[in-house]
């Protein structure tokens, strides 16, 4: 492969970007769930996109083509659209306004947030199709990309929508980080009297998280947008003319392209496997994951090892761990107990141990 690492890349996001999932599946925070699945999709579709069109611009698959840049167009509106009902939520959550958290509210909540993360990009999606002046674009190395009718059209519909759903996710951010700083003194106890699962540290983090994915996502979807406009736009006349070679498949080989073209290409690609980046630093090391963690190195060596995975117990004894007396690098119990005195807890040990065996 010409770069190997666009595939590693994108295949290694869309495995970490799956860690935390098991967690966030139980907290039923759908925002975060569609950040998850999103990504995951998306960056599925980069890495495939990079094997077969590796130093190659064919068109072997383009019902894959036709499905995988309508998919690109809906992440791109999606990924604000999730990030700003988490901050929704929290903003909700950390506001004086009465907040009700029993089974029927939840079900209302994930309906809403499921029609907002995954019914308005299916919206997106189909009108696309307006400033779709042929059918799909592949660059070597990229594969398939959306192909856009460069015009006032393309920007309302493309562009435009991304960068609102931007705006209100700072909006909310704003909001919740004031009302966490009126109350910060009493943050928690509130948190526990609103019914909520979340901490304050889970709160920071959530919208720590959510600001940083949206300000980089902003970033490049500005700066995509700049690149498309600094060449021209091109009047939307009517339908039957920007559709009239609808069919068309443009291929770009790297060798007609221009050096700074291929940077932005670079760029722009690298932003989803990034994202995918940011959520595992901000979820994938969390108390909530590392428990995770155990639980599956456990299943793996009872199920795959044929280990047996088994706790210490002393039956009717209180008797510390092994871990709890072993020596410290002074040499001295967690209890006080000097370095002298190791034989004697050992002998006095043994005859316990021996005592309730019988």
Known sequence: MQYPSLAVGAFLAAALVLVPLPWHWRARNIGTLSIIAWLFVVNIIYGINAIVWDTNVSNPAPVWCDITTKLIIGANTA????????????????????????????????????????????????????????????????????????????????????????????????????????RRMNFAAHLQNANSALTTHRYLRLMAMAVTEIVWGTAL???????????????????????????????????????????????????????????????????????????????????VLRQSVKDVSFHGSDLPSARQTSWSKDCTYPLGASCWRRKVIQRELSVTLYSNSV
């Open 79 to 182: 990924l604000p659209l999730a990030t700003m009902c988490v901050c929704k939520h929290l903003e909700l959550l950390s506001s004086k306004r009465q907040v009700r958290f029993d089974h029927v509210d939840k079900q209302r909540r994930i309906i809403f947030d499921a029609a907002i993360c995954f019914g308005i990009p299916l919206i997106f999606m189909a009108l696309h199709y307006i400033v779709q002046g042929h059918r799909y674009d592949i660059v070597e190395n990229f594969g398939c990309q959306p192909a856009t009718y460069f015009s006032i059209e393309g920007i309302i519909i493309v562009w435009l929508p991304p960068l609102v759903f931007a705006t209100a996710t700072l909006i909310y951010a704003a909001l919740a980080l004031y009302h966490f700083l009126c």
């Open 221 to 303: 979807t500005a700066f995509n947008l700049y690149n498309n406009v600094n060449s021209g736009l091109r009047p939307w006349t009517s339908w039957q003319d920007v559709h009239s070679d609808w069919l068309r498949v443009d291929l770009f080989a790297f060798i007609e392209l221009s050096p700074s073209f291929i940077k932005s290409m670079f760029l722009l690609w690298w932003a989803m496997p990034a994202s995918a980046y940011i959520f595992f630093l901000f979820f994938g090391f969390s108390q909530e994951v590392r428990k995770e963690y155990g639980k599956i190195i456990k299943a793996f060596q009872k199920h």
